[in-house]
Nanobody, 122 residues
Framework: QVQLVESGGGSVQAGGSLKLSCVVSGYIVRPCAMAWYRQAPGKDRELVSTIGSDGTTTYADSVKGRFTISQNNAKNTLALQMNSLKTEDTAVYYC????????????????WGQGTQVTVSS
């Protein structure tokens, strides 16, 4: 029973920083990929950043140079360091873990955290 729990959200002024954490438990095999998504009120959920099992990372253009994704395998955690925050970063942030489906070989068995609120004020 895979579970993901996010923490570290809160309120911060524009230009400030926050670090989000995601603790993953209940897995037998390691995820083939992990990611952070976010969703603002009335908006579609968008991909913020990904990290593969080989350590390869991707970032949305809107956060590139400001956010950093990382893993700590020993602690079973995923982190998102957010610097130079802007009001448009305000959203609920969700942690995602993906596991490979043996029958198809695709990395698409997804588990989501409950989300953590990030509010950036001007």
């Amino acid at each position: 029973q895979v579970q993901l729990v996010e923490s570290g959200g809160g309120s911060v002024q524009a230009g400030g920083s926050l670090k989000l954490s995601c603790v993953v438990s209940g897995y037998i095999v390691r995820p083939c990929a992990m990611a952070w998504y976010r969703q603002a009120p009335g908006k579609d959920r968008e991909l913020v950043s990904t990290i593969g099992s080989d350590g390869t990372t991707t970032y949305a253009d809107s956060v590139k140079g400001r956010f950093t994704i990382s893993q700590n395998n020993a602690k079973n955690t995923l982190a998102l360091q957010m610097n130079s925050l802007k009001t448009e970063d305000t959203a609920v942030y969700y942690c995602l873990a993906s596991f490979r489906i043996i029958q198809t070989g695709r990395c698409e068995s997804q588990y989501w955290g409950q989300g953590t609120q990030v509010t950036v004020s001007s």
